[in-house]
Structure formats: structure tokens, C-alpha cells
């Protein structure tokens, strides 16, 4: 299973940033994908996933309200919109994918099997 993250850059506090993750058909077909997010210094944290079933989506308490994630089934592509960006938001993005598909499982790191390169968001202030 590929994954391939791209779209972060950098962008001023308030402001909107699109990143995309590109799959194969049949990974997108079969994993929940979603993404996590590092920062200097602090573990990695759960932001946003689709499960693969239902297509419902979860979000972290600290996306909530401000990322909304989609998936596009004709380009195999998964999108993390992130509008209203503070300096927090600041951390490498990681696409990931799990063959898992409930909010629990979903929810944690342990449940995921493939991890794309990571982008870099960078919120300046």
C-alpha cells in the first residue's frame, strides 16, 4: 500500500490549506484513511479519518468544527480541507490508512497500518 501526501505548505494564521493523499483503487476501496499530525516535540495526534464502511467521519477534538476530510472516488484521492489555521496547527501530516472501520479502533495509532511521507504545514502568526 502506497500513500502519497502532498499540499502542505505555508500559510498565515486564519488562512485555508488543502492536503491530498493519493491511493491505489483498491486500498481506497478497503482502508479507512485518514490522517495524524506530529509537532515538534509532541507525539503523534489523531486529526481526521473516513471509515472505509460507512463512509462516516471522526475528528480530533482540536479539528473539530474546522478540517473536514472527503474522498474523491474517482481519483482515488483522499483531501483534509483545513480552513481557519492558528500557529497550533503547525506539525508534518501524515496520510495513513487501517483496515479498520469503527470510531474506536479509528481513533487509534496502533490501528493503522500504512503511513504515507508526510507534508509539512507550517501556520506562520
Known amino acids: 500500500v502506497q500513500l502519497q501526501a502532498y499540499g502542505g505548505g505555508l500559510v498565515q494564521a486564519g488562512g485555508s490549506l488543502r492536503l491530498s493523499c493519493a491511493a491505489s483503487?483498491?486500498?481506497?476501496?478497503?482502508?479507512?484513511m485518514g490522517w495524524f499530525r506530529q509537532a515538534p516535540g509532541k507525539e503523534r495526534e489523531f486529526v481526521a479519518v473516513?471509515?472505509?464502511?460507512?463512509?462516516?467521519?471522526y475528528y480530533g477534538d482540536s479539528v473539530k468544527g474546522r478540517f473536514t476530510i472527503s474522498g474523491d472516488n474517482t481519483r482515488n484521492t483522499m483531501y483534509l480541507q483545513m480552513n481557519s489555521l492558528t500557529p497550533e496547527d503547525t506539525a508534518v501530516y501524515y496520510c495513513?490508512?487501517?483496515?479498520?472501520?469503527?470510531?474506536?479502533?479509528?481513533?487509534?495509532?496502533?490501528?493503522?497500518?500504512?503511513w504515507g511521507q508526510g507534508t509539512l504545514v507550517t501556520v506562520s502568526s
Open positions: 473516513r471509515s472505509y464502511r460507512s463512509r462516516t467521519t
Open positions: 483503487e483498491r486500498t481506497f476501496k478497503i482502508y479507512s
Open positions: 495513513t490508512a487501517s483496515p479498520y472501520y469503527t470510531y474506536s479502533d479509528l481513533t487509534s495509532i496502533i490501528k493503522y497500518d500504512y
